[in-house]
């Protein structure tokens, strides 16, 4: 299987590129007892799959490219993996481009953690949130170690949602990053 593995993918990571430290890895829940169950990955592919909280983003930006492979394997990880980055609002983008047969995506939904769906942003009225949403601040807000006042009326692009506290998100005022209370803003 390895050898297969190796021609399908010339021998490099089948999601990054990398070839260096590569081995065959079975995506679940299928048991990788066929060649269109497994992919060829790298080492640090590999730890990032399975403890994607510690994730880097920047690594997997590859994905660009990993998601248009021919390969229903390699598109299941990296549906799954934009999904545990969406607070990053990148692959968000990626996620409405991508298309995946009934079959994959019930596949790639299966390896997928509740946990991103436990944890949901609502404004001041109640309208979740999601990353790379526009929202106003409805309240002047005094901004914590600074000197700045969030003014109400304030236009905050492209937030960031802060993935443990559902109460709180990030985004950019006067150019400083700050976070920000759900209940003072709205969509």
């Keep these: 299987m390895e050898q297969a593995l190796k021609e399908r993918s010339n021998e490099a990571c089948e999601l990054c590129g ?61 549906y799954r993996m934009l999904n545990n980055l969406k607070s990053e609002g990148w692959p968000n983008d990626l996620l409405d481009m ?7 995506l019930e596949w790639a939904k299966d390896g997928l953690t509740d946990e991103e769906n436990s944890v949901v942003h609502r404004d001041s009225n109640g309208v979740p949130l999601e990353a790379g949403d526009s929202v106003v601040i409805i309240k002047d807000l005094n901004v914590k170690g600074s000197s700045i006042v969030a003014k109400r009326g304030t236009a905050v ?29 709205k969509k």
């Excluded at 060829?40 to 730890?47: I, L």
């Design 98 to 104: 991508m298309y995946l047969e009934e079959a994959d």
């Design 157 to 185: 692009r492209n937030i960031r949602l802060v993935q443990d506290n559902p109460e709180h998100i990030e985004g950019k005022v006067d150019g400083q990053q700050i976070v920000i209370l759900t209940k003072y803003v």
């Design 18 to 78: 990398s070839t260096e430290n590569l081995t065959v890895f079975a995506v679940t829940p299928k048991q990788g007892n066929t060649l269109d169950e497994v992919i060829y990955a790298c080492k640090t592919c590999v730890s990032q799959i399975n403890e994607p909280e510690s994730a880097d983003p920047n690594h997997w930006r590859c994905l660009n490219d990993a998601m248009w492979s021919e390969v229903s394997a390699v598109k299941v990880v990296a």
